[in-house]
């Protein structure tokens, strides 16, 4: 399984309109997909966000996770561990190694840059969303530290109106004045077109590089789904060396006036989240 999704990846062509970005197609075999969808449970026993969201996180340390079936945390955490882990998240951090490389040099500094990625990167655990008709997510980008989005559909559309990924270009540059999920429509008044729609279907894999400019959403229009839920899994490929717990090292070095604004306003939230933590033993907790 392993070989094949690394051949699979490392023969898809990357598309860079709007922003760097491959789609493939039945990525996994067939009845190991099958086997994750058959396993996962009832959207009822995932966590509730609102009455459209819900998740499902792969860890160990989520309650959730831990209290769902053995059959399922077995199947999951071999796509967790052996498939995005282990094959995935190396073979796009290479093939996208220019585009990372210019994303936290934007993001930080060229030399800052070249230090994140240095240390290396790998990917997070993921969840399992679970989205209802209705659902709608304007343009945005994910937060800023992640260098990779991954995406694995778990469920299928018809056509794009009842249930599509929607890639966009911005009409400018977003500043990113934020560090978390940004919408520059709301943050910054810019415009965006819509470039690309991806009917959402079983076994499709998407991945992106999660720039300023990688603004995407998703659509499912009341009454055209023929599910009840859209289920997708998506994990992030993250930097071993997150560059947001040695910002006070990293202030004094940026040059640029919306980098330093950014990061100092993410890591003075940080510092009143710490404070707040409660003090066990003499130690407060780390975030």
């Given at each position: 399984?392993?070989?094949?999704?690394?051949?699979?990846?490392?023969?898809?062509?990357?598309?860079?309109?709007?922003?760097?970005?491959?789609?493939?197609?039945?990525?996994?075999?067939?009845?190991?997909?099958?086997?994750?969808?058959?396993?996962?449970?009832?959207?009822g026993e995932f966590q509730p966000d609102d009455e459209i969201k819900a998740n499902l996180r792969i860890s160990e340390d989520n309650?959730?996770?831990?209290?769902?079936?053995?059959?399922?945390?077995?199947?999951?955490?071999?796509?967790?561990?052996?498939?995005?882990?282990?094959?995935?998240?190396?073979?796009?951090?290479?093939?996208?190694?220019?585009?990372?490389?210019?994303?936290?040099?934007?993001?930080f500094s060229p030399d800052i840059a070249e230090e994140i990625v240095a240390a290396g990167f790998a990917a997070n655990d993921g969840?399992?969303?679970?989205?209802?008709?209705?659902?709608?997510?304007?343009?945005?980008?994910?937060?800023?530290?992640?260098?990779?989005?991954?995406?694995?559909?778990?469920?299928?559309?018809?056509?794009?109106?009842?249930?599509?990924?929607?890639?966009?270009?911005?009409?400018?540059?977003?500043?990113?004045?934020?560090?978390?999920?940004?919408?520059?429509?709301?943050?910054?008044?810019?415009?965006?077109?819509?470039?690309?729609?991806?009917?959402?279907?079983?076994?499709?894999?998407?991945?992106?590089?999660?720039?300023?400019?990688?603004?995407?959403?998703?659509?499912?229009?009341?009454?055209?789904?023929?599910?009840?839920?859209?289920?997708?899994?998506?994990?992030?490929?993250?930097?071993?060396?997150?560059?947001?717990?040695?910002?006070?090292?990293?202030?004094?070095?940026?040059?640029?006036?919306?980098?330093?604004?950014?990061?100092?306003?993410?890591?003075?939230?940080?510092?009143?989240?710490?404070?707040?933590?409660?003090?066990?033993?003499?130690?407060?907790?780390?975030?």
């Amino acid at each position: 399984m392993q070989a094949r999704v690394r051949e699979t990846l490392e023969g898809a062509a990357i598309d860079r309109n709007p922003f760097p970005h491959v789609v493939v197609q039945d990525i996994l075999p067939e009845s190991f997909f099958r086997q994750l969808s058959r396993v996962v449970p009832p959207v009822g026993e995932f966590q509730p966000d609102d009455e459209i969201k819900a998740n499902l996180r792969i860890s160990e340390d989520n309650t959730f996770f831990t209290r769902a079936p053995a059959e399922f945390r077995s199947a999951w955490g071999r796509l967790r561990d052996d498939v995005f882990r282990d094959v995935v998240a190396p073979l796009l951090a290479r093939r996208f190694a220019g585009d990372i490389r210019q994303k936290y040099g934007a993001l930080f500094s060229p030399d800052i840059a070249e230090e994140i990625v240095a240390a290396g990167f790998a990917a997070n655990d993921g969840r399992i969303m679970a989205r209802k008709p209705g659902y709608n997510l304007r343009p945005h980008s994910d937060p800023a530290h992640f260098a990779i989005t991954l995406l694995l559909y778990l469920t299928a559309a018809d056509d794009a109106s009842s249930g599509a990924l929607c890639l966009f270009r911005p009409e400018r540059k977003p500043e990113l004045r934020k560090t978390g999920t940004y919408y520059p429509e709301r943050e910054e008044g810019i415009g965006v077109e819509l470039v690309r729609e991806i009917p959402i279907r079983e076994n499709l894999f998407v991945a992106f590089v999660n720039t300023e400019n990688a603004l995407h959403g998703v659509r499912i229009e009341p009454g055209a789904a023929s599910e009840k839920e859209r289920l997708a899994y998506q994990a992030h490929i993250v930097p071993l060396s997150d560059p947001r717990l040695d910002l006070e090292r990293y202030l004094d070095r940026l040059e640029d006036p919306v980098a330093i604004a950014r990061w100092r306003e993410y890591h003075e939230r940080r510092l009143v989240k710490l404070s707040a933590k409660p003090v066990k033993n003499g130690r407060r907790a780390s975030s």
